[in-house]
């Protein structure tokens, strides 16, 4: 099998130091003679850092060198991975890395090529488009790095696949994007391009969003944050919560189940943006999911589709986030999955929104699935009082330091264990939790049971108090006013001169 060979060359104040061609494999830059790559110039140490050469994809790592290696203008600290068109720095050295085309397509090992090349056109191919900066996330499928668009001097995000060579994945991959393309809504990340770069790896790029993501606010909330706290009160974090049920709501009338819901998954931008992000379990079910009369709306398509599911459930069997998901999920269950499976784990991200933890806390994955199989999450949602439910954590976010038990009744419905006992529709539970932020006092909220959708109002003992005290205010002032016209009447008949 023929290796794939990579062009380095080596720079310093627009002058060439070093070109040379690598194959894969581990190779240690610096000034000394035994290292692989010699760079024998000031501002680079003896043996600087070690460059490893994958078939598909570059590290570099920083071997303690006195000037530092820097990717994309940050100093690294440990492995990093490269991605094209970076710049990396080693003291006063660049290093540029052009990884030469490599036609392999026919070895299995590289069947992922095939695949880029089935799902997506040839001329998508573009060389040296972005200009590739410094990492911004890095999740189960794939790496966001900051990259700017030549021509138009924007700013982008985008996000690069682990690893190119596992079939499923990269499918997986490119139908997140083009389902997440499709779904054009103020509240879910705008995608701007799907393409593969010079090295044949699957990218796209969507809209930078400057921000937090709701799960790091939580955090900040809980460690009593003075700015989180003042920025972010229960009121605020329950209109970021309708912003996230309007994405999803529009999602299930094109047919599309999110299937990964979690607090890390929402952005809030620091111009008040909510964005649902990470499409990448996405289910495009084929059937409008939002209930009600509305008429059918244009569903959401993308390339594997009509190719049958047995892709879709290895891939998705027991993927996802064990802490938000639903029952039917850990089971493996996905011919269960409907609009109620992300009714649960918005009910799951209300929960964290109200006691500042995961619905479920550990490590061990396996015992996480099997208590969300068993149904045994949510400890702090049960009533415990006729109006608050007590919860072991400071809650400095909720006036009273008390979740209300309206708000425990709406995430319980929403993350029952029986399908048939949740929310039927998104817009339920958000109508649910409007009806709280609408109520003049939390205690007026309108409560909805399982059973029927019938509305019950506590009463409202202070408020009638309030009322009947101010009417005896009114009654005896009344009185008074008339005691005294009546005394001025008086007066002024007895001085009025006898005939």
Known sequence: MNAPETELIFTRDGEELLRTMVVPGDYVIGREAGCSLVVAVDGVSRKHAKLIINFDQAFIEDLGSSNGTYVAERKIAEKTRLFPNQVIRLGSVTLQIRRLKFEHESDPFFSANAVVKRYLPPDFLRERKYDIGAIIAEGGMGTVVEAQEKVLRRKVAMKMMHHSGMQEELVRFIEEVQITGQLEHPNIVPVYELGVDEENHVFYTMKLVRGATLHDVLQRIAQNDAAALEKYPLGVLLTIFQKVCDALAFAHSKGVIHRDLKPANIMLGEYGEVLVMDWGLARASGRNESGGTEPARTLVSSSRQDEGSEMMTMAGMVLGTPQYMPPEQARGETDKFDARTDVYSLGAVLYHILTLDPPIIGDDVGQLLQSVADGKVAPHVATRGPNRVESTRNLPHIPGGKIPESLAAITRRAM????????????????????????????????????????????????????????????ALAGVCTKLLLDRRRQEAAQQPKP
């Open 416 to 475: 029952a264990m029986e399908q048939a006992d949740r929310y039927p529709t998104v817009k339920d539970i958000q109508s649910a939790v409007q009806e709280f932020q609408s109520a003049s006092t939390p205690s007026a909220v309108i409560l909805r049971t399982s059973a029927e959708e019938r509305p019950f109002v506590p009463p409202r003992k202070d408020l009638r108090a309030l009322v009947i005290a101010l009417c005896v205010i009114i009654a």
